[in-house]
């Protein structure tokens, strides 16, 4: 009786969880500049399906290039901007905000940023390091970065990195609060436990994920049914080393990550080439069909399954050096 209970009752929430990723990616919009946009969870806001990453293009010289390169994926439709206070140790929050001080381009932006700290402290002064940074006096979406640690979802509460966000939200300093990591659904989930009505969730999406330590499986399902904005990241596994070992190709990694039910995926570029590129991938985006997504499933199922493409979820080495200090690590341990 009990064992028919519960396979009837995780019956009913994969239909359900089925039923609301197809409702979303039938959300998906073409915007006037060609590139598609989806709803945002809860907030009521559509966003970019593609979004730009900060930490790549904080790394481009010269400063002028990197300012070239926003303009030209904001003027295409790429609207997201993700960002975080560390990345290159600032540099990538101040490159985008000389971005926003040409009038008009910090309007067209739905900009995102993270705070490291996990104390009420920390997470303010990050914030105004952020806000004066990137010149602006909003921040669309602030999210705690890189929740990689199994303690993370207790000390955001406990020291009080909660809190300061949510006040900052009543301030209007922030619109919408939520939380990324790389490492395990565990964390993620039990961060999406706490009475915290979270806005986002960013998490690696990408075709190994679904047969190792899965976010697609454990928990996209529950920000799907909490109607929490899913962001992806990581979507070639974070070094592309799965598409120069000759398994997947450029297109099949953008079409995967574009077919589940993420409203938006952020993505690594740093020359204008690669943005042409990701554009038109995105513009020219269709779903992959069933047996589409079976063939890729199956084809892939060795290498996905020991997680030796996404060594991101098993070894400190991908952490920031913040985050393993903040914990207690040796920032050159693995």
């Known amino acids: 009786m009990t064992n028919t209970f519960f396979t009837r009752r995780r019956f009913m929430l994969s239909a359900s969880t089925s039923s609301l990723a197809s409702a979303l ?11 598609p946009t989806r709803p ?17 293009v904080g790394r481009v010289q010269p400063e002028a290039e990197a300012v070239r390169i926003i303009h030209a994926a904001l003027d295409g439709g790429m609207t997201f901007m993700d960002n975080a206070w560390e990345y290159n140790r600032g540099r990538s929050e101040e490159v985008m905000g ?43 979406l602030v999210q705690f970065h890189e929740c990689n ?32 990591g790389h490492k395990s659904p565990v964390i993620h989930n039990s ?7 979270w806005d986002a969730c960013q998490m690696p999406n990408n075709v190994m994920d679904a047969g190792f330590l899965s976010f697609r499986h454990e928990t996209m399902p529950i920000c799907l049914n909490k109607n929490v904005g ?15 070992a000759g398994l997947v190709t450029l297109e099949e990694c953008y079409r995967y990550c574009l077919s589940q039910p993420v409203s938006t995926q952020v993505v690594g570029l740093t020359t204008m080439a690669m943005l042409e590129t990701a554009l038109k991938l995105g513009r020219t985006f269709k779903p992959l069909s069933q047996d589409e997504h079976q063939e890729l499933i199956t084809r892939l199922k060795e290498p996905r399954g020991d997680g030796r493409y996404e060594l991101f979820k098993t070894s400190k080495r991908y952490d920031s050096g913040y985050h393993r200090t903040q914990h207690g690590f040796d920032v050159q341990g693995v």
Not at 25 to 35: E, K, Y
Not at 102 to 130: H, N
Not at 191 to 197: G, I, M, T
């Open 98 to 140: 000389k971005a926003f001080l040409t009038p008009g381009y910090r309007d067209k932006a739905f900009l995102m940023t993270k705070v490291c700290s996990r104390e009420a402290k920390g997470v303010m002064e990050q914030l105004e390091d952020g806000l004066k940074r990137m010149n602006t006096d909003r921040i669309d």
């Open 25 to 35: 990616l039938a959300q998906t919009q073409p915007s006037p500049a060609g590139l």
């Open 230 to 244: 899913i962001i992806g990241m990581k979507g070639c596994g974070g070094d592309g080393r799965m598409i120069a």
């Open 149 to 180: 640690y199994h303690n993370d979802p207790q000390w955001i509460v406990e020291k009080g990195g909660l809190a300061a966000l949510l006040d900052a939200r009543k301030q209007g300093k922030v619109r919408f609060i939520g939380f990324t």
């Open 40 to 56: 945002l969870g809860r907030t009521g806001v559509r966003v970019s399906f593609l979004g730009l990453g900060g930490a790549h």
């Open 191 to 197: 961060l999406l436990a706490l009475s915290v009505e």
